[in-house]
């Protein structure tokens, strides 16, 4: 009886199906402020999710010279990690599914495998927009992994503890953003970086390359990957929040919180046009990288002597 428990718990809520539909109302909430901001109309609240069932409806179309095997089971395996990385987090404000020892650093990796399996769902095929897509994301998944990756160390670090529900829970008495304002700042350029968010969707600029890694991937493929990225975009909203806005304790806080987030996340794409990757890679490697590696070395040094 409680293995059948265990299972509904992670299949419906709070992991499962009930991350996959956060993940698309939050993707609903950005387009419609990006649209607001834009002066547009933009989407009613189903249309995320009629997406969706469309895409999963539709047929698959296998192109020619791929890898069978790599092209149907990388949409699984992004949308798999992401799924599996909510189960570390305090996701609407509840304590997290599971929880151990040094859980940061597997969260940290499980959200890096839709990057990964993006380009290399492009990389798969010979298809020369997918091909420099592929070489765009990967190229930025370097750019951007390591700067937000540092971001999440510097919370980690003052707490002392690699567990999210620790650092959660510290973060509580402790707005780091007023102590750490730069590793804040990089945490949300990070986190569009990662998902490819405008200004920084050059791995898929549909007016330069279609749609990039994905012009090759249509029905079931399209709408996993679709998925994998509005709940990763779910997940790092909540993994800031947690750490730089003084955590996150009930559904409420969490709610406030995310979509203040969100906001910015908003307005930061209405407000610029896309930049070129050689922008989005190399400005942003020099400067954001090292301001965070700086602001990192002196709360290591402060907490020494601190303490």
């Known amino acids: ?26 993707e609903w909430i950005d387009r419609k402020l990006v649209a607001q901001l ?16 469309k895409l999963l409806a539709k047929e698959e179309v296998l192109p020619e010279g791929v ?25 609407f404000g509840l304590a997290p599914a599971h929880s151990f020892a040094g859980d940061l650093i597997v969260t ?20 020369h927009f997918s091909l420099i897509g592929a070489t765009r994301t990967l190229t930025q998944l370097f750019s951007y992994e390591a700067p937000f990756l540092l971001t999440l160390l510097g919370p980690a670090i003052v707490a002392g503890s690699w567990q999210i529900s620790e650092i959660n829970a510290y973060a509580g008495s402790h707005w780091m953003i ?3 304002p730069i590793g804040f700042i990089v945490s949300m350029i990070g986190l569009m970086g990662k998902l ?5 969707d050059a791995p898929e600029a549909e007016t330069e390359i279609v749609a990039g890694a994905m012009t090759e991937y249509s029905g079931r493929g399209w709408a996993l990957f679709r998925l994998g990225k509005n709940v990763e975009l779910l997940i790092g909203l909540t993994l800031i929040a947690a750490f730089y806005l003084g955590g996150l304790d009930n559904p409420l806080t969490f709610l406030l919180k995310t979509l203040v987030l969100l906001l910015t996340v908003a307005g930061l794409q209405a407000l610029f046009a896309r930049l070129r990757i050689d922008q989005t890679v190399g400005l942003w490697w ?8 700086v602001q990192l070395l002196v709360t290591i040094v402060l907490k020494g002597v601190l303490t």
């Open 1 to 26: 009886m409680d293995t059948v428990k265990d299972i509904l718990a992670l299949l419906f809520f709070p992991a499962g199906l009930a991350v996959i539909f956060g993940g698309l109302a939050y």
């Open 38 to 53: 834009q002066n547009r109309i933009g989407p009613r609240w189903f249309q995320p999710a009629a997406d969706i069932v």
């Open 67 to 91: 890898d069978q095997w790599l092209f149907h089971s990388l949409p699984i395996i992004a949308l798999a990690g992401v799924l599996t990385a909510g189960l570390y987090v305090p996701l």
């Open 108 to 127: 940290i990796y499980l959200l890096s495998m839709l990057t990964l399996c993006t380009g290399l769902a492009g990389a798969n095929t010979n298809d």
């Open 178 to 180: 007023l102590t750490q």
């Open 196 to 200: 490819e968010l405008p200004p920084f």
């Open 286 to 293: 020099r400067v954001g990288a090292l301001l965070v590696l």
